[in-house]
Antibody, heavy 123, light 109 residues
């Protein structure tokens, strides 16, 4: 049974960085890519980027280029998303989500999602 | 960048009704790369439809996706109480790789 379990909520000050983890189980971690998606309070879904857990290749949304870094630790089947230079409008729930197909390029629907991590940016 | 526009913003219906949710792309897209998600308050989105018309695992057959080109529709044939939620369409075939529509809220009248 596929599970993606994310780290707990964070409160950060403007200008700080946050690193969210996503631990996978129930499938071959290195067989799939993972996307990160965020949702501001009361708002829609926004894609931040994608990482291949088999090659480490990343693809970031242009809006977040230079401010986001996605990595994986295959030894623990965990993916990480770090967002830097936080602003108040970065306050959101951040989700990790798995590609539906193995060994894809990130152009895929997302079939399993983590439970979400609330990141609050406030002075 | 492909922009997805969903309509209506809010749809008020009753259990047993038929719901039709629209997703319009700013340019023609391959139906291979169009998905629909359902999201309930406090929960992560759930994949309903991929490839415009294929139901994801465990999704009841009252959910049906159709469309090509720029116009796509999610139809729920007979609404169940658990179907009232927010629905998002998603395109996943270009750069940036993934974009979402702004969502349609399906509320119980």
């Amino acid at each position: 049974q596929v599970h993606l379990v994310q780290s707990g909520g964070e409160v950060k000050k403007p200008g700080a960085s946050v690193k969210v983890s996503c631990k996978a189980s129930g499938y071959t971690f290195t067989g799939y890519g993972l996307s990160w998606v965020r949702q501001a309070p009361g708002q829609g879904l926004e894609w931040l980027g994608w990482i291949s857990a088999y090659t480490g290749t990343t693809n970031y949304a242009q809006k977040f280029q230079g401010r986001v870094t996605m990595t994986t630790d295959t030894s623990t089947s965990t993916a990480f998303m770090e967002l830097r230079s936080l602003r108040s409008d970065d306050t959101a729930v951040f989700y990790c989500a798995r590609d539906r197909f193995a060994y894809g390029s990130g152009k895929d629907a997302l079939d399993f999602w983590g439970q979400g991590t609330m990141v609050t940016v406030s002075s | 960048e492909i922009v997805l526009t969903q309509s209506p913003g809010t749809l008020s219906l009753s259990p047993g009704d038929r719901a039709a949710l629209s997703c319009r792309a700013s340019q023609s897209v391959s139906s291979t790369y169009l998905a629909w998600y359902q999201q309930k308050p406090g929960l992560a989105p759930r994949l309903l439809i991929y490839g415009a018309s294929s139901r994801a695992t465990g999704i009841p057959d009252r959910f049906r996706g159709t469309g090509t080109g720029t116009d796509f529709t999610l139809t729920i044939s007979r609404l169940e109480p658990e179907d009232f939620a927010v629905y998002y369409c998603q395109h996943y075939g270009s750069s940036p790789s993934i974009t979402f529509g702004q969502g349609t809220r399906l509320e119980n009248k």
